[in-house]
């Protein structure tokens, strides 16, 4: 069975910085592209970081150089570095994972809209005040 457990959300003034952590089980990286994305109220879900099973990456425009994804695999565990936060990147981030080849670019470029992602976790809410 796959989980995934987002924490490290959180309150924080612009220019600061927080670290999500998705927990993952019952999957293996190696098979699997994962993304983080958010999501306001009203809007779509917005992917803004991949990893695809290679460990290539790839960034939304908007979160590029200010935001990180890694991943320890002897903790099974994938993270989300953001720095510089500003208030526009207030949103409830979400951790997903899809089984197969699909690239970090490709997850971006939205070859799988959010609703066909296989898996994904509860969210943790990052509010960034001006």
């Known amino acids: 069975q796959v989980q995934l457990v987002e924490s490290g959300g959180g309150s924080v003034q612009a220019g600061g910085s927080l670290r999500l952590s998705c927990a993952v089980s019952g999957l293996t990286y190696s098979s699997y592209c994962m993304v983080w994305f958010r999501q306001t109220p009203g809007k779509e879900r917005e992917g803004v970081a991949a990893m695809d099973k290679d460990g290539s990456t790839s960034y939304a425009d908007s979160v590029k150089g200010r935001f990180t994804i890694s991943k320890d695999n002897a903790k099974n565990t994938l993270y989300l570095q953001m720095n510089s936060l500003k208030p526009e990147d207030t949103a409830m981030y979400y951790c997903?994972?899809?089984?197969?080849?699909?690239?970090?670019?490709?997850?971006?470029?939205?070859?799988?809209?959010?609703?066909?992602?296989?898996?994904w976790g509860q969210g943790t809410q990052v509010t960034v005040s001006s």
């Open positions: 997903a994972a899809e089984p197969g080849a699909m690239t970090a670019i490709q997850a971006l470029d939205y070859i799988l809209e959010p609703d066909e992602y296989n898996f």
